[in-house]
């Protein structure tokens, strides 16, 4: 069993430097207001500092990731697919302020958790996910309003 999960770092990684890169860019953004249910906002707060944590040290139930090359090979190519989805939906939503663009830039971060909580069958990684993508996605609808 290994500690770290050096499939899930350059993940967290990708998504770290896109999420950076568009805050930067992105002078409209605004917080939700303070009328957002704090449950759910602590449900997406809580969930990605896990999911994070989950993501880098790996827990799954075989302890060495991926149990063939077969998942191995689909979780990369479908990761990679979903990044650069994340990264069009990012740079048409900062374009066109379109709100469908807004919650796909929330939805493709939370398949790529889930997916991975699935294909390394990681129970921990996959409860995280799901907490994250109900708070993230909840927290991205109310940001529009």
Same mark, same amino acid.
């Given at each position: 069993?290994?500690?770290?999960? =050096?499939?899930? /770092?350059?993940?967290? @990684?990708?998504? +770290?430097?896109?999420?950076?890169? $568009?805050?930067?860019?992105? #002078?409209?953004?605004?917080?939700?207001?303070?009328?957002?249910?704090?449950?759910?906002?602590? =449900?997406?707060? /809580?969930?990605?500092? @896990?999911?994070? +944590?989950?993501?880098?040290?790996? $827990?799954?139930?075989?302890? #060495?990731?991926?149990?063939?090359?077969?998942?191995?090979?689909?979780?990369?190519?479908?990761?990679?697919?979903? /990044?650069?989805?994340?990264?069009?939906?990012?740079?048409?939503?900062?374009?066109?302020?379109?709100?469908?663009?807004?919650?796909?830039?929330?939805?493709?971060?939370?398949?790529?958790?889930?997916?991975?909580?699935?294909?390394?069958?990681?129970?921990?990684?996959?409860?995280?996910?799901?907490?994250?993508?109900?708070?993230?996605?909840?927290?991205?609808?109310?940001?529009?309003?």
């Amino acid at each position: 069993m290994q500690f770290f999960n =050096f499939y899930g /770092i350059p993940v967290i @990684a990708a998504l +770290f430097i896109i999420w950076m890169i $568009f805050r930067y860019i992105d #002078k409209k953004y605004k917080p939700p207001k303070d009328t957002v249910n704090r449950g759910l906002k602590a =449900f997406e707060q /809580i969930g990605g500092f @896990a999911v994070i +944590f989950c993501m880098v040290c790996g $827990f799954g139930i075989q302890g #060495k990731g991926f149990l063939s090359e077969t998942m191995r090979n689909f979780w990369i190519v479908s990761t990679v697919f979903l /990044i650069l989805l994340h990264i069009v939906s990012c740079v048409m939503f900062y374009r066109s302020r379109n709100h469908t663009l807004h919650m796909m830039t929330a939805i493709f971060p939370s398949i790529i958790f889930i997916l991975t909580g699935l294909l390394e069958q990681d129970p921990p990684l996959l409860l995280f996910a799901i907490i994250f993508a109900i708070g993230k996605i909840y927290m991205t609808a109310k940001s529009e309003s």
